[in-house]
Each structure stands twice: as structure tokens, then as C-alpha cells.
């Protein structure tokens, strides 16, 4: 089976120096991919920067902005038979990208941010019949109520959801728990463990 999965946070640059990104390792993303490469699968992985070794015996596609990851996920997802967007995309980025560095001045600088594409929406738009997409709800508070909502509008076939507001799992962590949301209604609870075989686990739910 080819599978197309996502990882890591994305970068939206303000200047020569600085960007907008998140908390997201890409080790939840890593750990899925090489749990799918060691299962047999065809795994091409398309990275957000991360600090992570390359998962070997797989197509790796590095970008950087949500623009590069979208362009990527759409060359890569026609052709595969499940989606797995692990990715932590930025939801904006600035109208304006200053091509030096901005220097320090003696007022305030209001930065203006335009929304970035939503790939996720996108692919649920043109989702072949029996291809699998999988997206992921990182949530601070009303967990299931968001990630229930996010399945239904974006057309997934899976939505695995994690509360972020635990210390112990989640961002940086090599521990997480997750709970898996089915557009049949169903849900599946895995507790805390380590990524790896939540991964395992994932991969078993969604391909039984």
C-alpha cells in the first residue's frame, strides 16, 4: 500500500531571520512512518524542519512553508491509497515578507497574517473512493467536540486526537495518547505509551 504522511511543524518567514512556527517535533509523524515502512507499506514522508534522523527505506520530500507542504501533498496524494497529515501546518503566515532583516526600532511593529491554504479541506474535497484520509486534532480544551467537528468538515475517514494541555505527552514528548474518531461513528481510545507503538497501534486500527 502507498502512503503519503505528513510531519512536523512548517515555517512562515517574516524577515531574513525570523519566522512564525509551533511547538510540533515531528516525532509523532516519524514514529508512523517508520512503523508503516517496518508493516511493508511504500511510505514517502514530506517533513516540516525538524532535529529528527531521516527514516530510512522511504521517500523523503523536506519543505519548509504550509505553501511548499501543500504543493508537495498535492503532487504526492493522487497516487496514494491513504493520507496521513501528522503535519502541525501554520495556519497563517505574513502578507509581507521583508527581504533584509527588520531592524529594532523605537515603536511597536504590527505584523499582518493572511490565513495559509488548508490542505487538509483540500484533499477531503477530492478524496478518491477508497482512499484513506487521516488527519490529527492537537486540542487544548473540548476535545472530542472539536475533533468530531473536524472529521465531519473536512471529510476524513479517521481524526486522531490528542489534549495537549497534559504535560506528560503530546509536543516534544516521546510519550503520547490518543483517541482515534471514525466517520462510522465510531472511537477508539489508546492510552498513554510511547510513540512508537501508538503508532503501531494507529496503523493497526486504520488498516484492520
Not at 517496518?38 to 530510512?56: F, M, R
Not at 504535560?167 to 477508539?188: C, K, L, M, P
Not at 510513540?195 to 488498516?207: D, G, P, Q
Amino acid at each position: 500500500m502507498k502512503i503519503l504522511i505528513t510531519a512536523g511543524p512548517t515555517r512562515e518567514r517574516i524577515d531574513a531571520v525570523r519566522f512564525i512556527t509551533n511547538r510540533s517535533t515531528g516525532k509523532m509523524g516519524y514514529a508512523i512512518a517508520e512503523a508503516a515502512v517496518e508493516a511493508g507499506h511504500e511510505v514517502t514522508l514530506i517533513s516540516g524542519p525538524t532535529s529528527l534522523n531521516i527514516p530510512q527505506h522511504l521517500m523523503f520530500i523536506p519543505v519548509e512553508s504550509a505553501a511548499e507542504m501543500a504543493e508537495s501533498v498535492k503532487e504526492y496524494a493522487p497516487e496514494s491509497d491513504a493520507v496521513i497529515m501528522t503535519a502541525a501546518v501554520a495556519d497563517y503566515r505574513p502578507v509581507e515578507i521583508a527581504p533584509g532583516k527588520i531592524k529594532k526600532g523605537d515603536n511597536d511593529l504590527l505584523l499582518r497574517l493572511e490565513r495559509t491554504e488548508d490542505i487538509l479541506a483540500g484533499l477531503g474535497k477530492v478524496k478518491k473512493k477508497n482512499q484513506i484520509l487521516v488527519g490529527f486534532a492537537a486540542e487544548s480544551d473540548d476535545l472530542e467536540i472539536y475533533a468530531k467537528d473536524k472529521l465531519k468538515r473536512k471529510n476524513l475517514d479517521y481524526i486522531v486526537a490528542n489534549d495537549i494541555s497534559q504535560t506528560d505527552r503530546g509536543f516534544g514528548s516521546d510519550n503520547n495518547a490518543v483517541i482515534v474518531f471514525s466517520a462510522a461513528g465510531e472511537h477508539t481510545e489508546i492510552p498513554l505509551d510511547s510513540k512508537k507503538n501508538i503508532a503501531e497501534s494507529l496503523l493497526k486500527l486504520i488498516f484492520s
